[in-house]
């Protein structure tokens, strides 16, 4: 979801901060597009009827916007930057058009209002929605290592403001490149699929309105303001983020870059998580068809899984219910994490004082 390549030529041999960010998290974001590519599917029809498993995806994704964005909005309000002149130009790259927290808030709300109507009407039941948090305010069963990452993010970046630089750069960019490929598929699904309540009588007509309804309704936060679809904003972005960085010092840039690796380090391991939980609720679906083929009381209608068995039971079922390779390319992040790490330490912070 990261571009690869830099927001600008650079005239000289010393690469520029978007660049050496870029080669630090390349590894990282190959094995997280891959990840993504296999798992977006599965959201989707054929293998759900409504966007249960999206919602409960971008509910790993709301607090991280909501954090650094947070973050940057009470600096910007304490002009608590340190330097003047960082102050100033952080001021300048921050663009309310690119403020995404609002934006995935009404998504997920509207998501879950359709999901919980399609419950009502006694068509399907998933529990688990009720542990989605739409507003994303007080955690519902989140994993433990999501609010260990953004209880991270407000103390780097109070800390540290430039490091804003680094969520900035990886978690805004991303929607311009991968992020506009995720939006197409996810439109794909029809707007029956995102709001199965609005259409299942027939009174709307499943055609352009509709589709404009679904971005603006419960794709919002793929969609940017304007005629340019958010080139504009990116091109202005860009301009403000080499600015900012003509101000920082040399070591700065290396902790801008090392915060990079821990972000996508955390982002890896959310979507390992992801995956986890999508391959799960695969797992019971196949579980409850086969105990009605057999005629077995599957009354609890769940696979239980014991938590002794996980490294065994849990990623056998995961290897035979997610597409192929998917198992080994989850258990493969591990491998991508060490060789962005190594990167990262070999090639952008190798001046770096010891001990410090």
Known sequence: ?????????????????????????????????????????????????????????????????????????????????????????????????????????????????????????????????????????????????????????????????HLLLAYTWLLYMALFSGGRYIRQKLQQAGPGFWDSAEYRDGSVRLGEKGEERVVDDFLSFWTFEGEEDGEDIKADFKRQFQDVEMALTGLEKDEVVQEAVFIMQSIIRMVKEIAEDVGGEHARSCQKQLARMSGEDDRHGRLEIQRTDELSMHWLLLKHVLPMGMAELIAGAGRALAIGMESCLGSTVGGRVKGE
């Not at 041999?13 to 798992?39: D, E, K, M, V």
């Not at 909501?66 to 973050?71: L, P």
């Open 1 to 161: 979801m990261l571009p690869l390549r830099s927001s600008s030529s650079s005239t000289t041999s010393s690469p520029s901060l978007s660049q050496r960010i870029n080669t630090a998290t390349r590894a990282t974001h190959t094995h997280l597009n891959a990840l993504i590519i296999s798992l977006l599917p599965l959201a989707l029809p054929p293998h759900n009827s409504d966007p249960t498993i999206y919602a409960r995806g971008i509910e790993h994704i709301l607090p991280i916007y909501k954090a650094f964005e947070g973050a940057f909005r009470l600096l910007l309000l304490r002009q608590d930057f340190g330097q003047k002149a960082v102050g100033e130009r952080m001021s300048r790259m921050h663009i309310p058009r690119l403020e995404r927290t609002e934006r995935l808030s009404a998504d997920l709300g509207s998501i879950l209002r359709g999901v919980k109507e399609h419950q009502r009407q006694g068509r399907e039941s998933r529990p688990e929605v009720a542990d989605i948090d739409c507003k994303g305010g007080e955690k519902l069963q989140r994993p433990s290592h999501l609010a260990i990452f953004a209880s991270c993010i407000h103390d780097s970046v109070y800390k540290k403001p």
